[in-house]
């Protein structure tokens, strides 16, 4: 049903940026929490971004805050996340999910199926 296609990742070298897309589609977009998460190599998938239905609040961890932007266009049904000042601990594989929530002090998704395939992020020095 739900149905999440990112795009937009690439090899970039520190100090770079990239922007990333997700196409949604199996909801009702503009009613749910978008965002992004990220996985390492031998490492677990992080929280990344996170946006409210219309836009109007963001959340980041401090790992990319001031440098990382999510953003959407409800009538695209596409969340991005714009990457400035790429460092090379930003590489991993990036993952868009929907109906992002806090589950105590972590953020995740409710559903397995809540998850886009990945697009690879690597950042070179």
């Known amino acids: 049903q739900v149905q999440l296609v990112e795009s937009g990742g690439g090899l970039v070298q520190a100090g770079g940026s990239l922007r990333l897309s997700c196409a949604a589609s199996g909801l009702t977009f503009s009613n749910v929490n978008m965002g992004w998460f990220r996985q390492a190599p031998g490492k677990e998938r992080d929280f990344v971004a996170a946006?409210?239905?219309?836009?109007?609040?963001?959340y980041y961890p401090d790992s990319v805050k001031g440098r990382f932007t999510i953003s959407r266009d409800n009538a695209k049904n596409t969340v991005y996340l714009q990457m400035n000042s790429l460092k090379p601990e930003d590489t991993a594989v990036y993952y868009c999910?929907?109906?992002?929530?806090?589950?105590?002090?972590?953020?995740?998704?409710?559903?397995?199926?809540?998850w886009g395939q990945g697009t690879q992020v690597t950042v070179s020095s």
């Open positions: 999910g929907v109906e992002l929530r806090q589950y105590g002090s972590r953020w995740s998704v409710p559903r397995d199926d809540y």
């Open positions: 946006i409210s239905p219309f836009g109007f609040r963001t």
